[in-house]
């Protein structure tokens, strides 16, 4: 089985300053690891995903994220938000030999003043 | 490609009544999910369905829901005789493939239970 954890439920920030929200996981088994975005009263929209390779993983709107496997991190950052970045932001996991069941973490809202 | 649609967006209903969503995946997607996401968390998965075939069921899901996806294409989710503690957003996804493949988010169904 595995678990997401994200470290941080809110985080405020000025508009054009750097994010980094957190996100650790476990599992027994190797993942595929995922950003998704959820603007108000919207489904979820896929930011990046890391899957193999590179463990810098190159998603929409400018976020990027690294996967860190000595410590089971994937974190995402953005170099300059945006007053429009505002949303909730979930890292999720699925176990490498399943069918695609995503595990969730409990989502960190991000909220980007001018 | 038009999405994934959710039917109704909204369902106001009182305890012990019986509800039903209906999910329209994207057309040539063979897999679909139900999760459900209760406020302040990261969205729980429910079931998975590969064409019609039913292949997974979390434990969250009492007996009093069920869903179907009777000829591989669009799915309904059934909840009876409804409780306070089933209000939330129930989302809908599919994709292509298992595993590492995108799922792609319908806009969800809010429950309210009063």
């Known amino acids: 089985a595995q678990s997401v954890t994200q470290l941080d439920s809110q985080v405020p920030v000025f508009e054009e300053a750097p994010v980094e929200l957190r996100c650790n996981y476990s599992s027994s088994v190797s993942v595929y690891l995922f950003w998704y975005v959820q603007y108000p009263n919207q489904g979820l929209q896929l930011l990046l995903k890391y899957l193999s390779g590179s463990t810098l993983v190159k998603g929409i709107n400018g976020f990027e994220a690294e996967f860190n496997k000595s410590q089971t991190s994937f974190h995402l950052r953005k170099p300059s938000v945006h007053i429009s970045d505002t949303a909730e932001y979930f890292c999720?996991?699925?176990?490498?030999?399943?069918?695609?069941?995503?595990?969730f973490g409990q989502g960190t809202i991000l909220t980007v003043h001018p | 490609d038009t999405g994934v649609s959710q039917n109704p967006r909204h369902k106001i209903t009182k305890r012990g009544q019986n509800v039903t969503f209906r999910c329209d995946p994207i057309s040539e997607h063979n897999r679909l999910y139900w999760y459900r996401q209760t406020l302040g968390q990261g969205p729980e998965f429910l079931t998975y369905f590969q064409n019609e075939a039913q292949l997974e069921k979390s434990r969250l899901l009492s007996d009093r829901f069920s869903a179907e996806r009777p000829k591989g294409s669009f799915s309904t989710l059934e909840i009876q005789r409804t409780e306070q503690g089933d209000s939330a957003m129930y989302l809908c996804?599919?994709?292509?493939?298992?595993?590492?493949?995108?799922?792609?988010f319908g806009p969800g169904t809010r429950l309210t239970v009063t």
């Open positions: 996804a599919s994709s292509l493939r298992g595993g590492a493949g995108e799922q792609y």
């Open positions: 999720a996991v699925v176990g490498g030999t399943s069918y695609g069941k995503l595990t």
